[in-house]
């Protein structure tokens, strides 16, 4: 299955790491990349490749990449941080967009 | 600097048809493929297809074959999203995103809402 599968919710207190995960097959032959979503807004690129980050992302978000795993890991959460992440990857084609059901975060 | 605006608010009956516009400025047009994506409300992104902006093919997901077309206006830098045959459950807000080198979607509209009701 091109599935990808992400924990619902995460919870982290102020200043805490967190790390998200997101699991699927496809993985393996695919970067993932992932978005961050504040409530009435547009996602937003925050991690790509096997750990880039876009320019104006800060560098407590970091990602890797094993096996069928990536994680996206927020060192010293913030409370902007408070968010929904979403990954994403292809299916096994290569032609289609997949995106994980995502996480929502909590800054305690 | 890159952006992708989006066309506004839609509020259509049920069998009406609806298009949302998607245009780009501060890049080359037909350098990167523009992705849609839909939110329904209270729930996850989910990707419709794409469009390669230097042939004008589309390419879309499963769910979203029928009634759903993609399309270009290179003269204006402008994608297209029509929806034809909407219904209720069309009701969300629809995104055009730009796909970079390695996948990822590094650009995105601010969305467009798109609601179906009678």
């Known amino acids: 299955s091109s599935d990808l599968t992400q924990d619902p919710v995460e919870s982290v207190a102020l200043g805490q790491t967190v790390r998200l995960t997101c699991l699927g097959d496809?993985?393996?032959?695919?970067?993932a990349s992932w978005y961050q979503q504040r409530p009435g807004q547009a996602p937003v690129l925050v991690l790509y490749?096997?750990?880039r980050r876009p320019s104006g992302i800060p560098d407590r978000f970091s990602g890797s990449t094993s096996g069928n795993t990536a994680s996206l890991t927020i060192t010293g959460a913030q409370a902007e941080d408070e968010a929904d992440y979403y990954c994403?990857?292809?299916?096994?084609?290569?032609?289609?967009?997949?995106f994980g059901p995502g996480t929502k975060v909590s800054v305690l | 600097q890159v952006q992708l605006v989006q066309s506004g608010s839609e509020l259509k009956k049920p069998g009406a048809s609806v298009t949302v516009s998607c245009k780009a400025s501060?890049?080359?047009?037909?350098?990167?493929?523009l992705t849609w994506v839909r939110q329904a409300p209270g729930q996850g992104l989910e990707s419709m297809g794409w469009?390669?902006?230097?042939?004008?093919?589309?390419t879309y997901d499963q769910d979203f074959t029928g009634r759903f077309v993609f399309s270009l206006d290179t003269s204006v830098r402008t994608a297209y999203l029509q929806i034809t045959g909407l219904t209720p459950g069309d009701t969300a807000v629809y995104y055009c995103?730009?796909?970079?080198?390695?996948?990822?979607?590094?650009?995105w509209g601010q969305g467009t809402q798109v609601t179906v009701s009678s």
């Open positions: 995103a730009r796909e970079g080198v390695l996948g990822q979607l590094d650009y």
């Open positions: 501060g890049y080359t047009f037909t350098t990167y493929y």
């Open positions: 469009i390669n902006t230097n042939t004008g093919n589309p």
């Open positions: 496809s993985l393996r032959k695919y970067a």
């Open positions: 490749g096997q750990n």
């Open positions: 994403k990857s292809r299916d096994f084609s290569g032609h289609h967009h997949v």
